[in-house]
């Protein structure tokens, strides 16, 4: 597509239940990020794709927290047992290729707003 | 530790006044990158500039100039004769390759909002 495409782009959720969040990226581009925003806080890295693979997996920030991708394409966070402190906006982002945010730059979607009451 | 750091929370301007936001960051590397990239209202992060760090000739484009230092490790960003439509977070982000490049690390942000 023309764009990163996330969905759905709100999600209310109960705590204690489970949350999928899809990330489409731009065709072609062989890596994938995840990022969280936290009200009025920065941008938390959460995860990095290479193709299928996740070779950097260091933000996520407990077991709950997983993340797949298939096809070198699609992917999916997802957030088992939510609690409130899970209430973000989940950002993702795609490039051509692992470096290539240093030499293409990141395209970021807009976003899943995420909360859980 | 804190990578990168945006001490102004929010700045608040008058149309036509110029803004300048601050940011200072930390590294053991002698290759980065630094970034700047806009969220607005809307939430999408929109990229602004990359400047690698043997680069330090500033940049203008625009209303938009970056001042590179890497001797005070600071790459600030100025607004001039701000509008609007500059009403936004603006982040400062580093990759230096720790773990992986395509890694960005963000500051806190700074809101800036202009008032008519």
């Known amino acids: 597509g023309a764009g990163v495409s996330q969905s759905p782009s709100n999600k209310v959720t109960e705590k204690g239940k489970d949350v999928e969040l899809r990330c489409d990226p731009i065709s072609g581009h062989t890596a994938l990020y995840w990022y969280r925003q936290s009200l009025g806080q920065g941008l938390e890295f959460l995860i990095y794709f290479q193709g299928n693979s996740a070779p950097d997996k260091s933000g996520l920030p407990s077991d709950r927290f997983s993340a797949e991708r298939t096809g070198g394409s699609v992917s999916t966070l997802t957030i088992q047992r939510t609690q409130q402190e899970d209430s973000a906006v989940y950002l993702c982002?795609?490039?051509?290729?692992?470096?290539?945010?240093?030499?293409?730059?990141?395209?970021f979607g807009s976003g899943t707003r995420l909360t859980v009451v | 530790a804190q990578k990168v750091t945006q001490a102004q929370t929010e700045i608040s301007v008058v149309e036509k006044e110029d803004v300048t936001l601050d940011c200072v960051y930390e590294?053991?590397?002698?290759?980065?990158?630094l970034f700047w990239y806009k969220q607005p209202p809307s939430g999408e992060l929109v990229f602004l500039i990359r400047?690698?760090?043997?680069?330090?000739q500033n940049e203008i484009s625009g209303r938009y100039s970056w001042n590179f230092q890497k001797s005070t490790s600071s790459f600030n960003f100025t607004i001039t004769a701000s509008q609007v439509v500059d009403s936004a977070v603006y982040f400062c982000a580093l990759s230096d390759g720790t773990d992986s490049w395509g890694k960005l690390q963000f500051g806190a942000g700074t809101q800036v909002v202009v008032t008519p």
């Open positions: 982002a795609s490039s051509l290729e692992g470096q290539g945010v240093v030499n293409y730059g990141y395209t």
């Open positions: 400047r690698n760090s043997f680069d330090e």
């Open positions: 590294t053991r590397d002698t290759t980065y990158y």
